[in-house]
Structure formats: C-alpha cells, structure tokens
C-alpha cells in the first residue's frame, strides 16, 4: 500500500505552513483538503496560501471550481485520488494538507461514496458539523432542506437517507499529525489572523458581489464569507460589532473542530511550540522508511 502524509489541526494551527516545509524537505507536493480553497477567487475567506507559497511547492486542487458551481465530497475524494496518485508516479510523497475533516476523511478512510448519496459510515460524523455545512451537504446530495432548518432536523433527514452499505477501502497508508495549541493560543492565533486577512476579505467579498455572485451562495462558503456578506449588507450595527461576532463563531468552530479530532485514534499530536518541524520530520522520515 502507497503511503501518503496528512497535516491536521484546527484553524490557524499552521497546517500550511508546516505542510509547505516539509513538503519541501521530502521532495513532497501537496494536495489541498479544504471545501473552500476549491473554488476561484475565495483566497482571503478561505485562507488560501499565496502565490509565493504555491511557488515554493506545487499545490493540487486549489481554484479547480468556479464560484456558484455545485462541488460534493464525491469530487473531491475522486480528484484527490487522482491528484495523489499522480504525485506517487513521479517518486513523491504526497501532503494532504487542510482544515476540513470531513474531506480528509473520505481520502484517509476510503470512505464508500455515490455522485448523489452520503454513505453510512459517514452519519455518525454530521453532528460536528456547523448548521451551515449541513445545509450544504444536504444541498450537494439532493436532500430536500426545510424551510426552517435545524442541526438536529438536518441529521435525521440524513440518517433517513437510502445510502449504499458499503465497507470503506482505504487506497493508502496514511501517517496522521496533527498540530496542537492550548486553548488560549489558538484563540490568540485566530484572532490575529481575523485582523491581519480582514482588509483583503472585505474588498474579496466586495469584488465577487460587484462580479455579480449570489449573495446567498456566498454565505454558504464558511464563517468569514458569511459574516463579510452580512456585514456588507448592514446585519450589523458596526465594524466591532460584525469583528466580534465572527471572532466567536470562529471560536465556535475550532472547538467543533477539537470535538471532531478527539474521535480520531490515528493522529499523532504535536506541540506546537516543542520543535514541532524537527519533530515530525523524524516521523515522517521513520514512516517512509518503514517496510510495514
């Protein structure tokens, strides 16, 4: 079985970045997990690397979907697949890096998926997800969303969904590390990254509005499009007001996010702020090396 390297953690942990060193270290190239960072034009919002990064290493499924176009987790499984298995042909290791569990999964795991219908093994994940990704889900799957949607309503419409029972297959030997910070600093990091991104977020979301893209189409690509389009549409009394806002949904999120990793056994964790590229340099070094 191929092995491949995934680069895990909650926002602003500093996947990409961390994913971009080593992937430089290991003749790597690295393949995106992210729902957003698909699409053209979200870079701010999504927080996708610059150019100057992608330069460093070649990035796969980045801008690979215009924005308003329906992209399911069916199609990213399948062009992850492709993607990595093109970098394996070519003697590389391949880094998937992103922020979105859910897509990570479907590749780590293998999960059984249809161009139409979620798979079984998946429903027992939906409850960590936000409102928003369900509806989108929901959305992508040709689920019937009601008038008045709920997490709860949500998942029982999924559970009642006719899914194939099939085994997931896992296509590769995944070494998992995932990147920690105490509370406090995460929340510290993503507080500072809001205010250092808002400036380019607010002209991104400005810029695709003038473009003509749906408002309500925009607020379904995550946290920060959605509170920009609000903010922009006068949902909020002030500046402060929208910034505090989004800095608690986004906190909001990343413990969404640990609830999420708290059920995975396969992540090896790494502080952070304990030589964490040295330390999973040896990792990755002793997993390639390994003949099991």
């Not at 500093?14 to 992937?23: N, T």
């Not at 809001?194 to 473009?211: G, Q, V, Y």
């Not at 893209?213 to 002030?238: H, I, P, Q």
């Not at 990755?284 to 090396?289: Q, R, S, V, Y």
Request: aromatic content about 10%; glycine content about 6%; hydrophobic content about 35%.
């Amino acid at each position: 079985m191929e092995k491949i390297v995934a680069i895990v953690g909650l926002t602003s942990s500093g996947k990409s970045g961390l994913g971009i060193s080593l992937a430089k270290r290991f003749n790597g190239e690295i393949v995106s997990a992210d729902s957003r960072q698909v699409y053209k034009g979200l870079d701010y919002c999504s927080g996708k690397v610059s150019k100057s990064e992608q330069a460093e290493v070649c990035h796969h499924l980045l801008d690979v979907c215009e924005l308003g176009e329906q992209f399911s987790l069916f199609d990213f499984q399948q062009m992850a697949y492709a993607e990595i298995d093109k970098i394996l042909s070519k003697n590389k290791v391949p880094f998937l890096v992103g922020g979105t569990g859910l897509y990570s999964r479907a590749v780590i795991e293998g999960y059984s998926l249809s161009q139409t219908k979620p798979s079984e093994s998946l429903r027992k994940d939906f409850e960590t997800l936000s409102l928003e990704q369900l509806i989108e889900f929901c959305k992508q799957n040709n689920i019937e969303v009601p008038s008045e949607p709920t997490k709860r309503r949500l998942v029982r419409l999924i559970e009642k969904t006719d899914a194939p029972q099939k085994e997931n297959c896992p296509k590769y030997k995944v070494l998992q590390i995932g990147i920690f910070w105490s509370r406090e600093e995460i929340y510290k990091r993503i507080e500072e990254r809001l205010k250092e991104r808002m400036p380019n977020m607010l002209e991104e979301i400005k810029s695709l509005l003038n473009l003509g893209k749906s408002k309500e189409f925009l607020r379904s690509l995550g946290l920060e499009a959605k509170c920009v389009v609000d903010y922009l549409d006068g949902k909020y009394n002030s500046f402060e007001e929208f910034f505090e806002d989004l800095f608690k949904q986004e906190r909001h999120f990343a413990k969404r996010q640990q609830t999420w990793y708290n059920k995975e056994k396969n992540i090896v964790w790494l502080d952070a702020k304990d030589n964490l590229e040295e330390k999973a340099f040896q990792l990755i070094e002793e997993f390639l090396k390994s003949s099991d």
